[in-house]
């Protein structure tokens, strides 16, 4: 299995992560059965993202590839439901249990919308799952997480929120006989005008000759 495009900014840098992408054997996306979760075993959650809204899969098999697709807005998700049960989740996967995210009756009491709101990074973590399937890179050898040039939290998630992730190619370059990559991708709360999270990654890909 071929990671996807994105999968760096989980720190997923195992050449052998596991990334399921959607199978494009017609115009139209192929049969139902086609469209597979994206996951990657360094995930800590598994997510129904389907393909980009438009099932448009891009490919990459080279440099050029990439750089053909500088500015180019990759990929649209469908929409993903935040739920209490995953933000409990991601609190004992990190350890995070402050109040806000975890306590449900006092957030009801205190919250501004008596609600409890996901962890920032959780919408971060987000980001390989919800785009798994913008990008397929073919011929490729290994990729690893070079790093996150920024991150920003714009709008909280509250509990119950759907959220979807919008990415684009920023910049493809050459570097030590492999492809950087940069991209940003935003997470998108549904009936908010500001997203909830944009990040600007960085990952290498390194193709076989």
């Not at 919408?123 to 399937?133: C, E, Q, R, V």
């Not at 119950?160 to 990415?167: K, Q, S, T, Y």
């Amino acid at each position: 299995m071929r990671p996807s495009l994105f999968d760096t900014v989980s720190g997923i840098d195992d050449p052998a992560v596991e990334g399921m992408h959607c199978k494009v054997t017609n115009p139209a996306c192929g049969k139902k059965g086609d469209r597979i979760l994206a996951a990657a075993r360094a995930n800590v959650y598994s997510l129904a993202a389907w393909a980009s809204r438009d099932c448009q899969l891009h490919v990459i098999s080279s440099i050029e590839d990439a750089k053909s697709l500088e500015g180019v807005e990759v990929g649209l998700s469908d929409w993903v439901v935040i739920d209490q049960n995953r933000i409990d989740q991601f609190a004992e996967a990190t350890g995070d249990y402050q109040w806000i995210h975890v306590d449900t009756e006092r957030a009801a009491a205190e919250m501004p919308a008596g609600k409890t709101i996901a962890h920032g990074y959780l919408t971060l973590a987000l980001i390989p799952s919800l785009t798994g399937n913008f990008v397929e890179m073919e011929n490729l050898a290994r990729a690893i997480n070079f790093g996150v040039n920024k991150v920003r939290f714009y709008t909280p998630v509250q509990v119950g929120d759907r959220v979807r992730a919008r990415a684009t190619v920023l910049q493809a370059r050459r570097r030590a006989g492999a492809l950087l990559l940069t991209s940003e991708t935003r997470i998108e709360v549904e009936n908010e005008r500001k997203p909830a999270c944009v990040a600007e990654t960085l990952g290498m890909y390194f193709f076989d000759e």
